[in-house]
């Protein structure tokens, strides 16, 4: 009972290591981060010397306590916040005070409390303590001298460089500490229990399966990570085979077979089964941030370490552009942009275009570059303009390059004319329109349409081609338009859209 207890509050610590540095904030440069290492340490130490029923546990009890009542007073955090917020992600929950406070109390009465509690325990005992370790032994040299607390540590380590390796997110790194930190892991434990059999190949092809499994999705992730598990729990039955070790067994094979290589990597695959990682990178600047891909939509996502941020739905990402604030991403979709708050995890727009009426339109303007045969370069431009208000509700650029190419670009003329029409029913030509590698003619159509609710909206259609359009062409697009709108319910759709969903 006394060997589970340690390797319990053992696990604790190590959470609380893994919290504390793999903070947002925690870099190894500041003081801070050292203060709560040398915390954690002498916790560690006051738990073995603990565990060896030693008459000298007070000194690194009086350390800790001491390094304790330091970080107190100067407003020093602990990472114990960190350590009870983390569990909401990793189990995919919303957040809860009740249970964050609960869980933090809980992990706070079993770090400083019960240490107090069991040396209190042991006083009381006669027969209980023993006065074997030296001065220095109870100062921190007992991690490296005992066996037990020289293996915990060297597994600490191997952790810690795992972890950094997965918040670096770099591919090659991660692939090396994903094969490496588990593999050398397990040695220890074999080393430690002296377990001579162990079949180290079948590790690594199993870590090897567990990477690569990023970049599947649905049923094929599934199967390669049960087959990674399953290989991983083969191996490490070699514990309870030779040492019946059925606990050993058990915790062994999570702590190779899912935590190691899950830090590693950088993130838990365990969520988002549906989509996959399009490659091995993050976004630029965001680490921890990158695509997701739903292969038969062929839209994009995006997901952080611990679940989805930004469902596939969109054509693509792009940051570090004029129109936003750096955290913020424009998130790209048929002709139009939403912004999405990194760091909030919220949405917000900054025009009044109707997604759901865009969205629509776009579909037929798709249907009829394909149904006049637009060649390369040959490209069109749609708005519809709320009348009594003179909102944008839908700008369209579209292009035909093998596929239809959307336009986001603000500061030069998509269609470069004069010649518009604004008055309804007329038509204006232009037969030169020069754009950087072709010269094209341009034919410019408005309309009013008025819905069912007698609300009018100016529909302006101008399309660019290798020859003249034809008025007939222009017509056509604008009547499938206005009949659309006379369809919808055009008051709910162009409502503006609040998103803050994970």
């Known amino acids: 009972m006394r060997k589970i207890l340690l390797e319990f509050d053992l696990a604790i610590c190590s959470l609380w290591t893994i919290a504390a540095l793999g903070s947002r904030i925690a870099w190894v440069d500041t003081p801070a981060t050292w203060i709560v290492m040398l915390l954690i340490m002498s916790r560690l130490l006051l738990s073995f010397t603990l565990y060896h029923r030693e008459k000298k546990s007070w000194i690194p009890g009086l350390l800790f306590m001491g390094l304790t009542v330091f970080a107190i007073s100067t407003e020093l955090d602990i990472k114990l916040s960190e350590l009870a917020s983390k569990v909401f992600p990793l189990l995919n929950l919303d957040f809860n005070r009740w249970w964050y406070?609960?869980?933090?109390?809980?992990?706070?009465?079993?770090?400083?409390?019960?240490?107090?509690?069991?040396?209190?325990?042991?006083?009381?005992?006669?027969?209980?303590?023993?006065?074997?370790?030296?001065w220095k032994d109870a100062l921190g040299k007992l991690l490296w001298t005992d066996k037990?607390?020289?293996?915990?540590?060297?597994?600490?380590?191997?952790?810690?460089?795992?972890?950094?390796?997965?918040?670096?997110?770099?591919?090659?790194?991660?692939?090396?500490?994903?094969?490496?930190?588990?593999?050398?892991?397990?040695?220890?434990?074999?080393?430690?229990?002296g377990l001579e059999k162990g079949k180290v190949w079948v590790l690594v092809i199993s870590m090897l399966i567990f990477f690569f499994a990023q970049t599947h999705a649905g049923l094929l992730r599934m199967a390669m990570l049960g087959i990674s598990f399953s290989m991983v729990i083969y191996v490490c039955s070699s514990f309870y085979q030779n040492k019946k070790k059925l606990l050993l067994s058990v915790m062994s094979a999570i702590y190779v077979g899912i935590m190691l290589p899950s830090l590693a990597i950088g993130n838990n695959q365990y969520t988002c089964f549906n989509v996959e990682r399009t490659g091995y990178y993050t976004l630029d600047t965001y680490p921890g941030i990158f695509s997701i891909e739903d292969k038969k939509t062929g839209k994009i996502g995006l997901r952080d370490r611990y679940g989805l941020l930004v469902k596939p739905e969109y054509d693509a990402f792009v940051y570090h552009t004029a129109r936003h604030w750096f955290g913020e991403l424009e998130l790209r979709k048929n002709g139009y942009y939403t912004l999405y708050d990194i760091c909030n995890n919220e949405y917000r727009k900054d025009n009044h275009i109707s997604y759901q009426l865009q969205d629509s339109i776009c579909q037929m303007v798709e249907e009829h570059l394909l149904e006049y045969d637009y060649k390369s370069d040959e490209r069109l431009e749609v708005k519809l303009i709320e009348a009594k208000n003179s909102h944008v509700r839908t700008h369209i650029k579209a292009l035909k390059n093998e596929s239809v190419i959307y336009d986001y670009d603000d500061k030069e003329a998509f269609i470069p004319t004069d010649s518009v029409s604004c008055t309804s029913g007329t038509i204006v030509r232009d037969s030169f329109v020069r754009l950087e590698w072709c010269m094209l003619k341009s034919l410019s159509y408005t309309h009013d349409a008025t819905t069912n609710d007698s609300a009018v909206y100016n529909i302006q259609v101008t399309l660019a081609r290798e020859n003249m359009p034809k008025p007939k062409e222009a017509e056509t697009l604008v009547k499938k338009i206005s009949r659309f709108l006379k369809k919808v319910d055009i008051i709910s759709i162009t409502l503006p859209?609040?998103?803050?969903?994970?």
């Open 101 to 134: 406070v609960g869980l933090t109390l809980a992990v706070a009465t079993w770090l400083w409390v019960v240490p107090l509690a069991v040396f209190l325990v042991n006083i009381f005992r006669k027969g209980f303590l023993t006065d074997t370790l030296t």
């Open 148 to 193: 037990t607390a020289r293996t915990f540590c060297s597994l600490l380590l191997i952790t810690i460089g795992t972890l950094y390796a997965g918040l670096a997110m770099n591919a090659r790194i991660c692939l090396f500490a994903c094969v490496v930190t588990p593999t050398l892991s397990f040695h220890l434990l074999k080393r430690y229990y």
């Open 497 to 502: 859209h609040y998103y803050n969903e994970r």
